[in-house]
């Protein structure tokens, strides 16, 4: 069973920024796309990027893309999300998510992956 842990959030002011680390457990994974989504409170979880199992393919949320840069390292079975030029509104619980084993296809929806984090919290002040 793949178990996915996320690390790196905290509190940050406006322009600062931040990375965010998924550590795969549970053998081997590096044979699926991986994504990041949000969940600000009273909302849903929405896409923030995904990337392929090779790396060579990702995509970004209009409302991130030029901020936020995602990556993986094989060698680590960990992904990672470099978040800069924060705002407040980039305030939520940020989650990590992996599809199946040998989905290699980047997916913006959340139904289309099975394996999720317990989440880290990302708070951005003005």
């Known amino acids: 069973q793949v178990q996915l842990v996320e690390s790196g959030g905290g509190s940050v002011q406006a322009g600062g920024s931040l990375r965010l680390s998924c550590a795969a457990s549970?053998?081997?994974?590096?044979?699926?796309?991986m994504g990041w989504f949000r969940q600000a409170p009273g909302t849903d979880r929405v896409f923030v990027a995904t990337i392929s199992w090779r790396g060579t393919t990702t995509d970004y949320a209009a409302s991130v893309k030029g901020r936020f840069t995602i990556s993986r390292d094989h060698t680590k079975n960990t992904v990672y999300l470099q978040m800069n030029n924060l705002k407040p509104e980039d305030t939520a619980v940020y989650y990590c998510?992996?599809?199946?084993?040998?989905?290699?296809?980047?997916?913006?929806?959340?139904?289309?992956?099975?394996?999720w984090g317990q989440g880290t919290q990302v708070t951005v002040s003005s």
């Open positions: 998510a992996g599809r199946e084993k040998g989905l290699r296809v980047v997916a913006t929806a959340p139904a289309r992956y099975d394996y």
């Open positions: 549970g053998g081997t994974y590096n044979d699926a796309a």
